[in-house]
């Protein structure tokens, strides 16, 4: 089922919003505009909007308790935010899916393109002159580049909610990250710059049918731990089986894990040769992401467990931060209990309730 389907599968209205980028990605863009409990014509409903943005977008809404929904019974309207090249957001208005071209961008292009024009959508559909985000993962790094760089856009944000914030993986202890980067120019030459690990029937068999089973489910189970971290006690098991088979990857995201890897400090993709950076940024080198900038109040989550988001590369981000509003780390958390975790709502979600029910 796509974002849609999910949504109405457990009873919950929904909306579907294709959305076109300066640079003419079409993305989508899904909403949960009310929850069971409250609806848009009880004459109640503040339209306090709360945007989620995620590579992992689906996992939001698999199950009646993932946070997309707690948001929309808590009487919020909720939307899903796409980065380009992700399943549900494939298409351009001119470039083919299949061509070099479109897969010629990276997470500054993400944060540059894709999220202005997913809030700038969602401000003037809604008539909010501010909204939440709430980011997990890859959706914080976008954000830290987009808020810290774009005053126009970090104005809307009234508070910036960071799950297992990624600034550098300096520090990162993921086994599988640290394999990959000695095997990039193997990885890279490979797949080239296209979809890593496409979402072809092979996959989806994989992931639907083989993962769930218990012996290969280990595996499957393995290779997911070797990246964010180990948890058995703490995980959703099922949760964790149904995103076997979601399209998670990219080889340029590989790439710009890569080069998070070698630094203390969040910088722009580079593109690998002096001409390539001068036709991105004006200059021979990738600029260095200053986020010190971002004058956005932000309160922070991080995982003591995480292998991905170390907590020794999230206290150099805490220093960075100007308006830190709230910071807890969860000792036992890795990186995907934020997503999976069995006590998330009570770690996570209700903190997360209350802060935006305290600022409205």
Known sequence: MNISQIVSYWGYPDEVCDIVTEDGYILGLYRIPYGKTNNDSSGNLQFRTTWLVNQLVGVLVLFNNSLGFILADAGYDVWLGNSRGTTWSRKHKYLKTNSKEFWAFSFDEMAKYDLPASIDFIVKHTGQEEIFYIGHSQGTTIAFITFSTIPKIAERIKIFFALAPVF?????????IKMAYKWKSVIKAF???????PNTSFKRFVGSKLCPLKIIGKICRDILFMIYGCDLENLNMKKVQCVYHLNMSMI?????????????HLRAFDWGSPVLNLAHFNQSTSPFYDVRNMNVSTATWNGGNDLLADPEDVKNLLSEITNHIY???ISYYNHIDFLFGLGVYQQVYREIIAIIQGNL
Not at 252 to 264: G, I, P
Request: aromatic share 22%.
């Open 191 to 197: 797949f080239g710059n296209k979809d890593f690990l």
């Open 252 to 264: 340029l995201l590989l790439q710009f894990f890569f080069q998070l890897f070698n630094s203390s």
């Open 327 to 329: 910071h807890k780390t």
């Open 168 to 176: 550098s993986i300096k520090y990162s202890k993921s086994p599988l």
